[in-house]
Nanobody
Framework: QEQLLESGGGLVQAGGSLRLSCAAS????????MGWFRQVLGKEREFVAA????????LYADSVKDRVTISRDNAKNTVYLQMNSLKPEDTAVYYC?????????????????WGQGTQVTVSS
């Protein structure tokens, strides 16, 4: 069974950095694109970044593209989200998602598997 497990969230001051990790089990990880999304309670889930199977294609939300880097290590079945210059508006639960196909997408409907999420809180 495919599983995604996020880690690395926490409390950080504005201007600080965090690196989120998503460990995947199962065959899905090696076959498709991966993405990160975030959600604030009461709001819709928002796209953050996505990466293709071999990392050759990445996609970022405009709100984070100068501050965030997505990467993956297929040997470790892990995808990362490096976040720098964090702002209070980055506070959210961050979710890792996996696709069965190797097409990066901003649309959460296109993702087949989801992790439980990790909380990121940025204090001002």
């Amino acid at each position: 069974q495919e599983q995604l497990l996020e880690s690395g969230g926490g409390l950080v001051q504005a201007g600080g950095s965090l690196r989120l990790s998503c460990a995947a089990s199962g065959r899905t990880f090696s076959s498709g694109a991966m993405g990160w999304f975030r959600q604030v309670l009461g709001k819709e889930r928002e796209f953050v970044a996505a990466i293709s199977r071999r990392g050759g294609t990445t996609l970022y939300a405009d709100s984070v593209k100068d501050r965030v880097t997505i990467s993956r290590d297929n040997a470790k079945n892990t995808v990362y989200l490096q976040m720098n210059s964090l702002k209070p508006e980055d506070t959210a639960v961050y979710y890792c998602a996996a696709r069965l196909t190797n097409l990066v997408s901003r649309n959460d409907d296109n993702y087949d598997y989801w992790g439980q999420g990790t909380q990121v809180t940025v204090s001002s």
